[in-house]
């Protein structure tokens, strides 16, 4: 290539830099506009969505469709910022995959606030004290976290929307090779997520199970004969080195969370209600109750029971379906339910994840 030719190539890109400042310019001048007219949540979940798969669908490339989400995901956050500032809470501490799976959904724009404990998440959003919380919800290899689901029977906040992270486990230390580490820290879902890797690799070295990934990292790097397995966003805010990447067993290890506020989400095209029940004490009382969805059409993505907490061998059925609530087929659906459950929750609509 010619001087010529990247000179002309370069100019090109000045001026269309421009033009996509001005365009950011104008975007965030209607942005703001919005804000100062719009009553109610100035965070529309199903608005979100919807413009990021037309971005995706409009995409003529070279960058990948998830690339120009990102990138819109970004200017949708810093252009919300503008209307009103939003704060959003996350179990950490700072590092964690919670953090990870928050700025992912929301950009980088608004005051993540990190929590001790899920309970505190819950509290923060019932309280008032954030708009919106980040809570796991499952995982692909190690299955539910039962806490989140506790928490959703007895909490006023409503699911308004979920991210679904891929996991990437890395074994992060001061040491200068794997076998100088006596010791591994490591959240106990982490730590099972790697058994294959860590009984080929660190069969004898103690393991220890701590509240947090990023807590873990932290204490790495404190003690150069330990090591961490965590992300990367906690092996760099601790400064530890990457003894080796990706260790986890199943290489589409993936976490989903769940976005909980005060209002859920009216419809995107694309969407899931969750919801949690019981079943009278009788034969056939679960099939009975599933029985609903099968007749309006709906489609039903999980189904996950959990001890009640109120009695005996008692349970709930915590489950997804497709759809929103005030879609018709939903709806009937969900009155459907409420005629044959001893007890229905709705626990929020919500756009569907996309990775």
């Not at 942005?31 to 979940?45: D, L, Q, S, T, V």
């Amino acid at each position: 290539m010619s001087e010529e030719e990247l000179s002309r190539l370069r100019a090109d890109i000045d001026r269309l830099d421009r033009e996509i400042l001005e365009r950011l310019g104008q975007r965030a001048g209607c942005a703001k506009k919005i804000g100062e007219i719009k009553r109610g949540p100035i965070y529309r979940p199903e608005r979100e969505a919807q413009v990021l798969r037309k971005i995706a669908d409009l995409n003529p490339g070279p960058l990948s469709g998830e690339a120009v989400q990102r990138i819109f995901r970004e200017i949708m956050s810093w252009c919300l910022a503008l209307e009103q500032p939003l704060k959003v809470a996350f179990l950490g501490p700072a590092g964690t995959f919670s953090e990870s799976a928050a700025r992912k959904h929301f950009g980088g724009a608004p005051d993540f606030l990190p929590q001790g404990t899920i309970d505190e998440v819950f509290h923060a959003v019932e309280s008032g004290g954030v708009a919106y919380g980040i809570v796991p919800v499952e995982n692909s290899t190690e299955g539910a976290v039962g806490r989140t689901l506790d928490l959703l029977l007895a909490s006023s906040a409503s699911i308004c929307g979920e991210v679904k992270l891929r996991i990437r486990q890395h074994f992060l230390s001061q040491a200068t090779s794997i076998g100088d580490v006596k010791r591994i820290y490591s959240h106990s879902q982490s730590l099972a997520q790697c058994q294959d890797w860590l009984a080929r690799h660190a069969a004898g070295v103690d393991r220890v199970p701590v509240a947090s990934n990023a807590e873990a990292a932290r204490m790495a790097s404190t003690d150069p004969e330990s090591a961490a397995i965590a992300g990367e966003a906690a092996g760099q805010l601790y400064g530890l080195g990457f003894l080796a990447s990706d260790i986890e067993d199943d290489p589409n290890n993936t976490t989903r969370f769940l976005v909980i506020g005060k209002h859920d989400a009216g419809p995107s095209g694309k969407d899931k209600t969750s919801l949690v029940c019981s079943a009278p004490n009788r034969p056939g009382a679960v099939f009975f109750l599933l029985e609903s969805f099968a007749k309006h059409g709906v489609s039903m993505t999980k189904l996950e029971s959990r001890p009640s907490r109120t009695g005996l061998w008692e349970y709930v059925f915590y489950i997804d379906v497709e759809g929103n609530r005030a879609d018709e087929a939903v709806a009937k659906a969900l009155a459907d339910l409420q005629d044959r459950a001893a007890f229905v929750k709705v626990l929020g609509s919500y756009p569907a994840a996309a990775l």
